[in-house]
């Protein structure tokens, strides 16, 4: 089985509000002082196919990323964590790329790469949370889709996979090729890869391609896209918070005990 | 006639509860750009419902009703709502963001050629409609124009105000004629799995809620909360963190790509306030934090806060709170 991760380098999504920056003309965030990082839910869905091949050795996992230069380094993560092959189309745009125009970058390489059995998504990129890549890439392939998945499993022609719908859990089954898109759970926090692992995933070759090669006109990304994001800006917050004082920590809880019900909501 | 559609699940006859927030949301659109809204209702036994969607400002409902609609099936529903929505003419099309219209959404809008936007929190009408949505986690704002026809649009659940009921139900309902195919179902369900739901108050509802992070430093911990949930009569709730540490279920996970909460109260204890994290409380009338770092960010958010070890806070907190409250 060919399992195909596709995964995006975002700016840390962890930086705290105080350190975070935009650039509101060129509309994206500013880098600063942040760690790329391999966008939060891709990184699980690496750690869901993985854990495929932990069990089924002859699975293949390909890590896949659409960006620029800098993205090498998510896919070293990637090989690290112990995927098989890695492959990035190259692009020198920074900032938003619409995702019905990345979902056929996305869905033209795995073609080009001779196709998947189970092609991974994050559940939503860390940066602009739009989750929809996953989908219309989806759709492209026209390959069925499972949102919200935690785990999976290879079973008879398909696979079995564990999803958190807006009636709870299930276990769903599909038959390849299936596209599923991955949220957090313990079972899937993704590995830390071992040293030796590190120092062998920078050896490891990585494919590029253009979008060239692939006949894929940029333009779909921005200027010819559906849809354009006009204005990115941070809002204001004006928020006074009343720090109650006190000598010991009990003192603090019996004034925290008074002030809650101060608000009258009890 | 290019039309305003509101497109709604509605499976085993159930109309979602923010529904009529959907029609809400799109009579604005619709007076904005002076088209009609309409509504397509996708889903089994439906009854009443389109009625209740005229009495809500649809001027005309398209139906799909099918009995392999009864519940959610990802394939089935993509092929009737698109039928549904061709039927109704669309210049936009608006879906809830929940775990279905966040899935279908996207989909339906490629399938259609168009733009798409989703988990839109505010539309903007002046000088044409536009569609404003956080992005970063919820550190900034970002606002879309749509440029290719139809924009389909899913709105976040609890955003918008509903559409007040007008009395008035009468309309055109045209049921649009649909063959479904039981063999086009690829993703089948072959389990349910009990929701792992703490017992009492349920998150969505709850007035009072009382919520824990990673600060808490292990699942045991969670007993001590739980003590001050059953004084409140709150909800139980967590953060990624906890969630990930695998220390409590995630359906007590507030946040972004968790549940959406709006109580009068929200204490949160040993949550640094990430704002993927305050996404999800949004709607909360009164932020309480209980955090032993003066510089988390959780302070910018809350009204009252202890600087503190939650542990040494949290017994006479609930102690006191028990005597105040006479229980
Ligand atoms: C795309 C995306 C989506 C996300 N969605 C969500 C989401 O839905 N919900 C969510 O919660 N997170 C979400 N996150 C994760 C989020 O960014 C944070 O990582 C997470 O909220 C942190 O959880 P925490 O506050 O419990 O942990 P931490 O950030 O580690 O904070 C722990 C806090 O506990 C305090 N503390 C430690 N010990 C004590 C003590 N003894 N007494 C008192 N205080 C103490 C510390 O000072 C610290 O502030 C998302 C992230 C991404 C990238």
């Given at each position: 089985m060919r399992i195909v991760v596709c995964i995006k380098q975002v700016i840390?999504?962890?930086?705290?509000p105080s350190e975070f920056r935009i650039d509101p003309q060129k509309k994206e965030a500013v880098q600063g002082r942040a760690n790329l990082v391999i966008s939060t839910f891709d990184e699980c869905a690496l750690e869901v196919a993985l854990q495929v091949k932990d069990k089924v050795p002859e699975t293949t996992v390909t890590a896949l990323t659409f960006g620029p230069k800098s993205a090498e380094e998510a896919l070293r993560k990637a090989l690290a964590m112990r995927a098989d092959e890695a492959v990035r189309v190259d692009t020198d745009r920074t900032g938003r790329m619409d995702p019905a125009g990345v979902a056929q970058v996305l869905a033209s390489t795995i073609q080009k790469i001779g196709g998947a059995d189970v092609v991974l998504f994050g559940r939503?990129?860390?940066?602009?949370?739009?989750?929809?890549v996953g989908q219309m890439t989806a759709e492209a392939l026209e390959m069925p889709l499972i949102t919200l998945a935690t785990e999976m499993e290879a079973v008879d022609k398909g696979i079995r996979a564990r999803r958190h719908g807006d009636d709870g859990w299930s276990v769903v089954e599909a038959p390849t090729p299936v596209a599923l898109t991955i949220t957090n759970a313990p079972v899937n926090v993704p590995r830390i890869p071992k040293v030796k692992d590190v120092m062998q995933a920078h050896r490891k070759p990585i494919t590029t391609m253009t979008l060239d090669e692939l006949g894929?006109?940029?333009?779909?990304?921005?200027?010819?896209?559906?849809?354009?994001?006009e204005e990115l800006f941070i809002p204001e917050v004006n928020n006074q918070v009343t720090i109650i004082e006190g000598e010991t920590p009990e003192e603090k809880a019996e004034k925290l005990a008074q002030a809650i019900l101060a608000l009258k909501v009890l | 006639m290019p039309n305003v559609v509101a497109l709604v699940f509605a499976p085993a006859g159930q109309l979602p509860a923010s529904a009529f927030e959907l029609l809400g949301a799109g009579s604005r659109i619709a007076a904005a750009e002076n088209v009609p809204l309409v509504a397509a209702l996708v889903g089994?036994?439906?009854?009443d419902l389109p009625k209740q969607l005229l009495a809500h400002g649809a001027v005309e409902v398209y139906t799909v009703e099918d009995g392999l609609l009864e519940t959610f099936q990802p394939d089935l529903y993509l092929l009737a709502a698109e039928q549904a929505v061709q039927a109704a003419q669309p210049q936009t099309v608006l879906l809830l963001h929940d775990g279905v219209g966040a899935e279908l959404g996207p989909r339906l809008g490629a399938r259609l050629k168009g733009g798409v936007v989703t988990d839109v929190i505010e539309i903007v009408t002046e000088g044409g409609v536009r569609y404003r949505r956080p992005v970063y986690g919820g550190k900034a704002m970002a606002t879309y124009a749509v440029r290719r026809s139809p924009a389909v649009v899913t709105i976040r659940v609890r955003s918008q105000e509903p559409a007040p009921e007008?009395?008035?139900?009468e309309g055109p309902i045209h049921p649009v004629a649909v063959t479904l195919d039981?063999?086009?179902?690829?993703?089948?369900?072959v389990e349910r799995i009990e929701e792992e739901e703490q017992e009492g108050v349920k998150l969505e509802d709850a007035r009072v809620i009382v919520s824990g992070g990673r600060?808490?430093?292990?699942?045991?911990?969670?007993q001590a909360l739980k003590e001050l949930a059953d004084v409140l009569g709150a909800g139980m709730a967590a953060s990624r963190a906890a969630v990930d540490a695998g220390w409590?279920?995630?359906?007590m996970q507030v946040g972004q790509t968790g549940k959406m909460v709006a109580p009068d109260l929200y204490i949160a204890v040993?949550?640094?306030?990430?704002s993927q994290h305050l996404a999800g409380i949004t709607g909360s009338k009164h932020v309480v934090a209980i955090n032993?770092?003066?510089?988390?960010?959780?302070f910018k958010r809350a009204e009252l806060g202890v600087v503190d070890d939650y542990s040494k806070v949290l017994p006479v907190l609930t102690q006191k709170l028990k005597e105040l409250l006479g229980k």
């Open positions: 840390d999504p962890e930086v705290p939503e990129g860390a940066d602009f949370d739009s989750a929809q894929i006109d940029p333009a779909i990304l921005s200027e010819a896209a559906p849809v354009e994001m | 089994s036994s439906l009854n007008q009395g008035n139900a039981p063999q086009a179902a690829k993703v089948k369900v600060g808490l430093g292990k699942a045991e911990n969670f409590v279920p995630y359906a040993g949550i640094s306030g990430a032993k770092d003066s510089e988390a960010p959780i």
